[in-house]
């Protein structure tokens, strides 16, 4: 059965922490990809990765980084978290080669930050 | 840019009926994929159904079916003998089509809550 998971359902934050959300699938997908989905917003691209050590920004990049050092794994850096970046933040994967690439999603974290 | 627009916030309908759930998109390219995603209420995304834009029949999967109309650029989503269980907010994405869909990223609308009701 296909899996995306999560580190963290959900997770809290002071303003000016170091913040790191995992992300981990069991595919074999070459590619990843990190949302921030938020009401009447839909989902946002932050940033993705086609490849081990390879990454690509996504249309909200400003705040975040992304490290992706072993193919299973994506996590988002949020170097000094800001109370706008309280969200839910959504992980996918997707295959590579042609086709339609359906991307399969995680449970989300919903942080906070105070 | 490609964006893509669900002009309907909020939805409701009877169980047993029928809805059906817009959205529109622009774009420049030719070819490209079009989804609809669920999300039940504290539950995982996931695809209901998918179109591909060179392919002129409609996508159908079981209750679900859709009405792609390329021209106009509309790709709506229409539910039929709606359950319970079709309570989610559901998105509509685009793709473009790359020839190693290296990345393959979305672009998805503001979504829309389908209530279904007893």
């Known amino acids: 059965d296909v899996k995306v998971t999560q580190s963290s359902r959900y997770l809290v934050k002071r303003t000016g922490e170091k913040v790191f959300l995992e992300c981990v699938q069991d595919m074999d997908h070459e590619n990843m990809f990190w949302y921030r989905q938020d009401p009447g917003l839909g989902l946002r691209l932050i940033y993705f990765s086609y490849d081990v050590k390879m990454k690509e920004k996504g249309d909200i990049p400003e705040g975040y980084s992304v490290s992706r050092e072993k193919k299973e794994r994506f996590s988002l850096i949020l170097e000094s978290a800001s109370t706008n970046q309280t969200s839910m933040y959504l992980c996918a994967s997707s295959p590579g080669g042609r086709g339609p690439g359906e991307q399969f999603f995680g449970p989300g974290t919903r942080l906070t930050v105070l | 840019a490609q964006t893509v627009t669900q002009s309907q916030p909020e939805m409701s309908v009877q169980e047993a009926e029928t809805v059906t759930l817009s959205c529109t998109y622009d774009?420049?390219?030719?070819?490209?994929?079009l989804f609809w995603y669920k999300q039940p209420p504290s539950r995982q995304m996931i695809l209901v159904i998918r179109?591909?834009?060179?392919?002129?029949q409609n996508a159908t999967e079981n209750r679900f079916s859709v009405n792609f109309q390329k021209a106009a650029k509309s790709f709506s989503l229409k539910i039929s003998d709606s359950q319970l269980g079709d309570t989610a907010m559901y998105f509509c994405?685009?793709?473009?089509?790359?020839?190693?869909?290296?990345?393959?990223?979305?672009?998805f609308g503001q979504g829309t809550e389908l209530s279904v009701k007893p």
């Open positions: 179109q591909e834009a060179y392919k002129q």
């Open positions: 994405a685009f793709m473009k089509r790359t020839i190693y869909n290296q990345g393959g990223k979305l672009i």
């Open positions: 774009t420049s390219e030719n070819n490209y994929y």
